[in-house]
């Protein structure tokens, strides 16, 4: 009984009207969902940026200046592709295809060897950026690298700076390959 005297205290058009402005509201919230609450003031998120990196990725393997040092392996040392290998790297991101062009950071992470058949490495790589405005920022590379084939593309999973929160992709290119040394072109969209 309590119900239906609480129901009938309400004229039909009334409910009709709650009804309508709830469904209204809550229309309006979805709608404007993208503007974030800070101190009483609502402000809508800057737009999206997006940047296109170029650079060189220099991974020295042997010699006086090696910035690559083999952390583990399989024990198997009959597999062509090095197989179960993983290596850690401190790699120069230079400006040019010369080693000795303009140092633009680094690439910090490691590889592992994945592939039994062809020779494909598992990148967990931070490019830490230490030149112009990119300085102190990094991004996050994880991905499949097919090293052998003359283009790759890797996923960018993230980032610190300016690159918080970063996603897109890197496309690399082997610029020269020999036992000692390979260099690698970069662009990187994100």
């Not at 800057?46 to 650079?55: N, R, V």
């Amino acid at each position: 009984k309590a119900d239906a005297m609480a129901y009938s205290l309400l004229p039909k058009s009334s409910a009709c009207t709650i009804f309508l402005f709830c469904f209204f509201f809550l229309v309006a919230v979805a709608v404007d969902a993208k503007l974030v609450h800070s101190d009483g003031v609502l402000h809508r998120p800057p737009k999206e940026k997006t940047s296109h990196l170029h650079f060189y990725f220099h991974d020295i393997v042997r010699g006086r200046n090696q910035t690559v040092v083999r952390v583990a392996g399989a024990g198997n040392r009959t597999s062509a592709t090095g197989f179960g290998d993983v290596v850690m790297i401190d790699d120069p991101l230079t400006e040019g295809p010369e080693l000795s062009s303009k140092l633009v950071g680094r690439a910090q992470g490691l590889y592992a060897s994945s592939g039994l058949q062809e020779t494909s490495l598992l990148m967990a790589v931070n490019y830490v950026f230490m030149e112009g405005k990119y300085n102190g920022s990094s991004l996050s590379i994880l991905g499949r690298n097919t090293a052998m084939r003359p283009v790759r593309e890797m996923a960018v999973v993230g980032g610190s700076g300016l690159f918080r929160m970063a996603r897109g992709y890197a496309i690399a290119r082997t610029h020269s390959f020999d036992t000692n040394q390979a260099t690698v072109e970069y662009n990187v969209y994100v």
